[in-house]
């Protein structure tokens, strides 16, 4: 296009002759109105050369004649640029058309319409959600203001696993939490007692007081109220006492115990000795605890059957007698027979012990519940008894006495080397379980020896139960012939079986061998001494009868 204009812009001075405006393409009636002025001024110039034709004279032709050519030249260069402007309007007009014809304004004029006013919907959306959430940010902070330490209650926080540091041993404040646990426990026993003094007329007066009372709030349905009532008369008597009152009121009069002011400076030998009093206080109070557990268990898990069902028909009763009757009734029941019980039928049962053997269903169940420990020699002296039953002849005991007996090590006379007739007797064929202490040692590994000691018809045998024991020199083996002395005999109170053991005296031994820690020590006792009097006697007998020997 610019080529174009360029040949046009040069061609001006070489026409003579103008263009029709008419004839020029989309030309308009003020682009031809560009011509007036230019003819006008033609005409103008000939009317004066009409007036004057001869002119001014010859000195003036030539510069009129100049004149006349520069106007010339200027009306082509100005025809050049109209044709220009013309040429420039025509393809501009034809470009614009050709944009109108490709993009539609109008329908873009309606969509940058409908842009805007959903731009000012949203403004105003914005606007209104701006306004809410300062609203509702103004109510949460007056929320949480107000019961923003009650919410954080309830945040949910991951629980944290929390290791307790133990503390070392420490013979004082072993002590002291004894004596803390029997502080803490004072209440519960003193009111434990009150309530067996109560029950077994400790006090008649106070006895048939609290029964007659009791039973008129039965009768009337007010055993709960009067319950509730008796709590707040024993809090409000420790808030007094709290505040300095000195009250005391109980049916057992209370023991003070004297309490011994703590030593700071103890031997070693007093601190081993308080250490072993706490340590058998806490074992004893450990193995209370340890048996209530466990009858409790064996009762819901029938191992004793016969006990258990009387539980389980017991609930059937109270659960259809509960579906029957009305819970008025059944209240009163409940509190008539539980003061009859409490007042009448435990203080005769207290009183009159074989009548309590015989028909307290309570007392008689929970007696005949067995621990753990019980029910493991149960099942040892049964597993024992059917081992000999199946090895031994049942027609006679012709071979009975050389059956082999086998303890955890091997066959016993392999164990103490000693003749295959020896083996235990029947009243120790699993032996009983305890420490050898033997004084004439120094080493406290050979000093005391945990094992077994069995009794047979000659022998007197213990075999250690230490895993360096793999043969027979930690075993002791002693003939009862030999032994001169056998006695009773009490070594610590914190061991098993409150200590109690059994001495013997040998010539082979400076000191007594001690067999302590012995739970069967009666029994092993008894044992021993009536086999060690049957050898004596035998022994007496054959020397009456061979006096040369």
């Known amino acids: ?103 539609n304004v109008e329908t873009l004029k309606q969509e940058l319409e409908k842009e805007k006013s959903k731009r000012v919907d949203l403004e105003q959306k914005m606007n209104e959600i701006l306004r809410s959430r300062y609203e509702s940010s103004r109510l949460w902070k007056w929320l949480y203001e107000r019961f923003g330490v009650y919410i954080e209650d309830f945040r949910f926080q991951p629980e944290e696993n929390t290791v307790e540091t ?36 400790h006090s008649v007066y106070t006895s048939a007081i609290a029964f007659i009372i009791y039973m008129n709030a039965a009768w009337h349905g007010w055993v709960i109220p009067m319950f509730l009532f008796l709590a707040i008369l024993r809090l409000s008597l420790n808030y007094l006492i709290a505040k300095g009152w000195r009250i005391q009121w109980s049916i057992v009069p209370e023991v ?29 109070l450990f193995g209370k605890m340890a048996d209530v557990l466990e009858k409790i268990k064996n009762l819901f898990m029938w191992v004793q059957p016969e006990i258990t069902q009387k539980l389980y028909v017991g609930l059937w009763v ?65 597993l024992s008894r059917r081992v000999s039953e199946t ?26 080397n000693l003749s295959e007739n020896e083996r235990p007797l029947p009243v120790c064929e699993n032996g009983w379980r305890c420490c050898l202490i033997n004084r004439d040692r120094k080493m406290p590994t050979d000093y005391i020896r945990n094992g077994v000691l069995y009794v047979t018809e000659n022998y007197l045998c213990f075999e250690s139960s230490s895993s360096r024991a793999t043969s027979s020199k930690k075993n002791k083996v002693i ?27 040998a010539p082979s031994t400076l000191k007594p061998l001690v067999f302590g820690a012995m739970i069967h020590r009666d029994e092993a006792f008894d044992a021993i001494q009536t086999q060690y009097m049957k050898i004596l006697n035998s022994t007496a007998a054959t020397t009456v009868t061979n006096p040369e020997t």
């Open 318 to 382: 109270a659960f259809i007698t509960s579906c029957l009757l009305p819970y008025k009734l059944l209240g009163f029941m409940i509190g008539v027979y539980a003061g009859i019980k409490f007042f009448i039928i435990d203080f005769i049962f207290k009183s009159c012990p074989k009548l309590r053997d015989k028909y307290d269903t309570p007392y008689i169940v929970w007696t005949n519940l067995p621990t753990d420990p019980q029910l493991k020699e149960r099942n040892n002296a049964t």
């Open 166 to 201: 133990e503390e070392p041993l420490s013979a004082k404040r072993l002590t002291e939490n004894m004596r803390r646990l029997k502080r803490g426990a004072k209440p519960v026993t003193n009111f434990m007692r009150n309530l067996s003094a109560l029950s077994s007329c």
């Open 479 to 505: 003939k009862l012939q030999d032994i001169t002395d056998i006695q009773k005999y009490k070594v610590l109170s914190v061991l098993p079986g409150s200590g109690m053991g059994i001495s013997i005296t």
């Open 1 to 103: 296009m610019l080529k174009r204009l360029d040949k046009i812009r040069f061609r001006g001075p070489k026409r003579d002759e103008f263009l029709d405006p008419a004839e020029s393409p989309n030309a308009s009636d003020s682009e031809c109105n560009d011509d007036v002025p230019v003819k006008h001024r033609s005409s103008i110039k000939e009317t004066e050369e009409q007036r004057d034709p001869a002119g001014s004279g010859t000195m003036s032709a030539a510069p009129i004649q100049d004149y006349k050519m520069s106007d010339a030249d200027r009306l082509n260069e100005v025809k050049g640029h109209l044709e220009i402007a013309l040429l420039e309007k025509h393809f501009l007009q034809e470009e614009l058309r050709k944009l109108r014809e490709e993009t």
């Open 256 to 284: 003070s115990e004297p309490v011994e002011p703590p030593k700071e400076d103890l031997t070693v030998s007093e601190k081993f000795q308080l250490v072993l009093d706490v340590a058998q206080k806490a074992q004893n």
């Open 391 to 416: 090895v031994s002849d049942p027609a006679g005991g012709g071979d009975e006495s050389g059956r082999a007996y086998n303890t955890k090590r091997g066959p016993f006379h392999e164990v103490f």
